[in-house]
């Protein structure tokens, strides 16, 4: 079932508000004057999906206008509200069409499902008007660490603070509930927004596109690469643990929900050697997590699962994989968000595109930084130092401390060791 059951926008050529109380909290966006930027309009054209090509007109009565604050941004204010997102599951998934995300509603749904109290809604409310403006998550790998995603903004919100707001919050209440290594893969332009709060890069992961028509012809060995059984999960479970993190609740959903597109390749002695799920997209189907013991067996299991998508009419994928993954790495100045040139020859598809690129990030706050990145916050903010919001956030990076070792330990390891054996990537918030 869809999660926006009413003016889905992939099916929509107008919008107007004030007339259904479903369309005014949905796209309740469009009211907002926001003086950071281009300011309220009562009737424009939006290309709502992201890529589509396709506007939709949008009507919004002149007293619908929600004019934000001029001498302060919204996060400061008592218009901006950040809570559960209960059933504004809706709202997440229209802001991942207009990014121009992947996902799908099942991924949607599996995402608050597997942690409710992580999955996050920000909104503005106030006398007749309350409507979300964001989303967020901190879904739990394992009992002892997290991965943070899922950070959306609604374009007419742009400039008021509210990205960096959630990714505050998120980072709260994964260190609240005792988070260990708190992790995340960040786009360029967040990257500088996530090391304000602590994060260090640990490596590039290109998201590629590619046929899947090129492996048609190309066998694999079924005695060795086979569909995944119930069976094999607990199995397979504790494999992957051994090559990243424990997320055996995360493996256990992405099975149930794809499990013709899961294969796992066993050695002759019955013992595994990698294995990869994949799964439906908005767009076109996700392969990961793929990880495997060497490259043989990784190239194998990629060919049973194109195979697999292949037979049930799909023409292309995505992976997001590790630039190591490639011969030639990509070339890049510091502090460009795009690289001078693309990484190129993948070790296991001959025909792929990388499109754009990740920074995967870690937590890592020394005694020496969660003072000093506290003041730069309070002073980027224009917030005195005894705001309850500066406290907070000083609070959160002081417990933060207590992961700093065992975090950079993680952060080495997955970079020097791990990472040989990771072929495609993939975290609860991957679509």
């Known amino acids: 079932m869809n999660i926006i059951q009413k003016a889905d926008p992939r099916g929509l050529t107008s919008i107007e508000l004030g007339v259904d109380a479903c369309l005014d909290r949905l796209y309740g966006c469009f009211r907002v004057n926001n003086p950071k930027i281009d300011g309220f309009s009562a009737e424009r054209d939006v290309e709502i999906v992201y890529g589509s090509g396709r ?32 059933d504004n599951g809706d709202s997440m998934h229209l802001l991942t069409m207009r990014a121009g995300w992947n996902q799908t509603e099942t991924d949607i749904n599996r995402m608050i499902d597997l942690n409710p109290a992580g999955s996050f809604v920000a909104k503005l409310k106030g006398e007749g008007f309350d409507f979300p403006v964001g989303t967020a998550s901190a879904i739990s790998l394992g009992e002892n660490h997290s991965w943070i995603g899922m950070i959306l903004v609604h374009p007419e919100l742009r400039r008021q603070g509210v990205a960096n707001y959630m990714m505050q919050e998120c980072l709260n209440y994964a260190v609240g509930q005792g988070k260990v290594i708190n992790g995340l893969d960040a786009t360029p332009m967040g990257n500088s927004v996530y090391k304000a709060l602590g994060y260090v890069d640990s490596f590039r992961i290109w998201k590629s596109f ?17 569909p995944v059984q119930e069976n094999d999960l607990d199995e397979l479970i504790r494999y992957d643990a051994a090559h990243f993190l424990e997320r055996g609740q995360i493996l256990g959903r992405l099975f149930g929900d794809s499990k013709k597109y899961c294969f796992v390749h066993r050695h002759e002695n ?11 997209g908005r767009l076109r189907p996700f392969i990961g997590p793929l990880i495997a013991d060497r490259q043989k067996e990784a190239q194998e299991l990629l060919v049973a699962v194109s195979h697999a998508l292949l037979a049930d009419g799909c023409q292309d994928a995505s992976m997001d994989i590790p630039e190591s993954k490639f011969h030639n790495p990509a070339i890049c100045k510091e502090g460009a968000f795009e690289p001078e040139e693309k ?10 595109s990388p499109v754009r690129h990740f920074i995967r990030m870690y937590q890592a706050v020394d005694c020496n ?21 500066v406290r907070r956030f000083g609070e959160t990076l002081n417990r933060s401390v207590y992961n700093y070792s065992e975090t950079m330990a993680f952060l080495e390891y ?15 918030e991957k679509g």
């Open 55 to 86: 506007k939709i007109k949008i009507h919004i009565p002149e007293h619908m206008r929600v004019d934000l604050p001029i001498d302060k941004k919204l996060v400061n204010s008592e218009m901006f509200s950040f809570e559960e997102i209960r």
């Open 343 to 352: 990484p190129s020859n993948h070790l296991l598809v001959k025909k792929i």
């Open 210 to 226: 590619f046929p899947l028509a090129q492996f048609a012809n190309q066998s694999f060995n079924a005695k060795r690469v086979k």
């Open 414 to 428: 997955e970079k020097k060791v791990l990472q040989q054996r990771i072929w495609s990537i993939t975290g609860p």
């Open 369 to 389: 930084q969660a003072e000093v990145l506290a003041k730069n916050f309070a002073v980027k903010e224009r917030l005195a130092e005894t705001d309850p919001r």
């Open 270 to 280: 019955g013992n595994i050697g990698g294995y990869v799920f994949a799964r439906p």
